[in-house]
């Protein structure tokens, strides 16, 4: 069924989405990709800046992931399909045109479904081409400069049909298409640094008339901007058609300061391009038992693993939220990365076939390991904490050998002096960290825990007369004295039970 607007508006929203591919080198050269911390214009070739002569190569690992992130999309792969020039004059476009492939893409006709409502978005087409070069204006200089790191980078366009019908679906269509592309490899996907943007045309009209004229919003790079920039779009457009002005068919900028859309041209049809093929590339034939082959060897999609998940953990506790933080984190590692495990696959394997209760490790892995990378600045991978050291952790705690502020401890301290490959147990050992109940009983060198909590009732008197006079709650600043001396060695409960104990 339609989503109408509540005063009978019908929104119609198209998206297309540019996804830098992830390669180490460039689509048509052999200049390296560059990354946001590579000085300017230090990575690019004679290609890139449009030297007379240059000739393209294409790159075959472009191809590839182009070919994963197609069939990942349930395209139909084209086994022949060519390049073209699109010709338009921007100071970034050093060569006047950029390669694409307008005439015929390397796949068409595909889908991708919204988890939340299983509504399939049709895909129109994927294509490869180049990015431009970053215009970087100088205002105080008034001055624009050019830096060609990113000329030439590969990128896929993924178009879709008219689909979408509300601002909420476009943000999960972003979203689940991210997921689906860093879970094949093809893109990191990141907004944040420019790895995935996005081109949304607007329209509206009334129900049962035509569509309305559509309006493109360039270079969209977050979630949040797009729902922002859709949502002042519709009310644009409602303002003119209610007030029977028409809608121009133009294209937009979205101003992130003041939250709306802004005309930037008015919006070029084909013909403005002048798209000719490109007469330095040849048919890219790509084999139908290659297809099979990238088709065989695809890894489990984001919904598909997502599903597997929720039937296996779900009547153990662990909840879809959660889950969903699992498969987000998953595909981020970077190219050359050392090898390393997904998430999901680095929780499966904590949990040992059951070993482990699933959410005991759920909420070790994201409230305490994640919230410590946080703090640190960095991101998940299994190389900072390993599988076994997480799961002897977990045991520790659960044999009482650990109380759950000194594994955070030793958990701060892995993560703060990485590599440690050392034995979580031998570590808290080193750290004088072993729970007092464990140490006391295996060395007889700790002082007995009634001892320390004798020391501590001596000096909280005032306290101590508290709780004696009937305010119960008053113990907890004594079980905190004790902590504070053991540094977190002791069992709470024990500890609690043992001064109640002394005071009666």
């Keep these: ?60 690992k472009c191809v590839l992931l182009a070919l994963r992130a197609s069939l990942a999309l349930n395209c139909h792969v084209q086994q022949r399909s060519t390049f073209d020039r699109k010709h338009y004059f921007y100071s970034d476009l050093p060569v006047g045109y950029q390669i694409t492939q307008h005439y015929s893409p390397i796949a068409l006709d595909g889908y991708l479904v919204l988890p939340s409502t299983g509504k399939q978005v049709r895909i129109k087409q994927v294509q490869m081409e180049q990015d431009t070069a970053k215009s970087i204006f100088e205002s105080r200089e008034r001055t624009s400069y050019i830096d060609l790191n990113r000329s030439g980078s590969g990128l896929l366009e993924i178009v879709t049909e008219p689909d979408l019908e509300s601002p909420d679906e476009a943000a999960e269509y972003v979203r689940t298409l991210q997921a689906t592309l860093r879970a094949v490899g093809a893109s990191d996907g990141n907004m944040e640094t420019g790895s995935l943007r996005c081109d949304v045309n607007v329209s509206i009209h009334r129900p049962g008339e035509p569509f309305g004229t559509r309006c493109e919003i360039k270079n969209l790079n977050s979630v949040r901007y797009i729902v922002a920039a859709i949502n002042h779009e519709i009310e644009r457009q409602k303002a003119l058609l209610v007030t029977s002005q028409p809608v121009a068919q ?88 050392l090898p390393e495990i997904t998430a999901t696959a680095y929780f499966e394997k904590v949990v040992d076939n059951g070993r482990r209760d699933p959410k005991t490790v759920i909420n070790w892995i994201l409230n305490s390991l994640l919230g410590h990378l946080a703090s640190q600045e960095k991101t998940f991978s299994s190389n900072h904490l390993s599988v076994n050291q997480l799961g002897e952790m977990i045991d520790m705690v659960a044999s009482k050998e650990l109380t759950g502020p000194s594994a955070k401890l030793v958990l701060r301290h892995i993560l703060s002096n990485p590599p440690s490959s050392a034995s979580l147990r031998q570590l808290a050992v080193d750290m004088n960290l072993v729970s007092m109940t464990k140490s006391s009983s295996q060395t007889g060198i700790e002082p007995d825990l ?49 001064i109640l104990s002394l005071l009666k």
């Design 250 to 337: 133009e294209t937009r900028g979205f101003d992130h300061h003041r939250w709306e859309t802004f005309k930037l041209r008015s919006k070029e049809d084909a013909p403005d391009y002048r798209y000719m093929p490109d007469p330095n590339l040849g048919v890219l034939a790509i084999n139908p038992a290659e297809i099979m082959h990238v088709q065989r060897t695809l890894p489990l999609l984001p919904e598909a693993s997502r599903t597997r998940l929720i039937e296996k953990y779900e009547p153990q506790g662990v909840t879809r939220d959660d889950i969903d933080v699992l498969i987000g984190l998953d595909a981020q590692s970077d190219n050359g990365a």
């Design 1 to 60: 069924m339609s989503r109408l607007l509540l005063d009978g508006w019908h929104v119609v929203l198209g998206i297309e989405t540019h996804a830098q591919i992830k390669s180490r080198q460039k689509l048509f050269s052999s200049a390296s990709t560059s990354l946001l911390s590579h000085g300017s214009n230090t990575n690019f070739n004679a290609f890139d800046a449009a030297f007379p002569g240059t000739l393209p190569r294409i790159n075959p």
């Design 450 to 498: 009634s001892e320390i909590c004798r020391r501590v009732i001596d000096a909280m008197p005032s306290e101590v007369a508290a709780l004696q006079a009937g305010h119960r709650n008053v113990v907890n600043k004594l079980v905190g004295g004790v902590m504070k001396e053991t540094r977190g060695r002791a069992d709470a409960n024990t500890t609690r039970s043992t």
